[in-house]
């Protein structure tokens, strides 16, 4: 049974950070393309962050040079840290699992991904 459990979500003021986790069950992470994803109040779900199974990373252009994603293999966890937040950062971020595959390149794209999380509200002010 394939389980995504985010937390470390919360409300914090521009320029300050947070680190969000996501738990997997089911299956080893490490093993495969693993995103996260967010979406704004009435916006669309879009790609923030990816690392592959190579330990690859890509990121959103809104997001270069202050997201960085990482996994502890022993844990079986993933992470997203996110430094120099502003408001249009504010949505609910979602951790995803490609367990069919993906290319690298379509790491970023919704439907590369099979499993999601419940997401986590991140507000920042």
């Known amino acids: 049974h394939v389980q995504l459990v985010e937390s470390g979500g919360g409300s914090v003021r521009a320029g300050e950070s947070l680190r969000l986790s996501c738990a997997a069950s089911g299956f080893t992470t490490r093993h495969n393309c693993m995103g996260w994803f967010r979406q704004a109040p009435g916006q669309e779900r879009e790609g923030v962050a990816a690392i592959d199974l190579d330990g690859r990373t890509t990121f959103a252009d809104s997001v270069k040079g202050r997201f960085t994603a990482s996994q502890d293999t022993t844990m079986n966890t993933l992470y997203l840290q996110m430094n120099g937040l502003t408001p249009e950062d504010t949505a609910i971020y979602y951790c995803?699992?490609?367990?069919?595959?993906?290319?690298?390149?379509?790491?970023?794209?919704?439907?590369?991904?099979?499993?999601w999380g419940q997401g986590t509200q991140v507000t920042v002010s």
């Open positions: 995803a699992a490609a367990t069919r595959g993906t290319p690298f390149f379509g790491a970023l794209k919704l439907n590369s991904y099979n499993y």
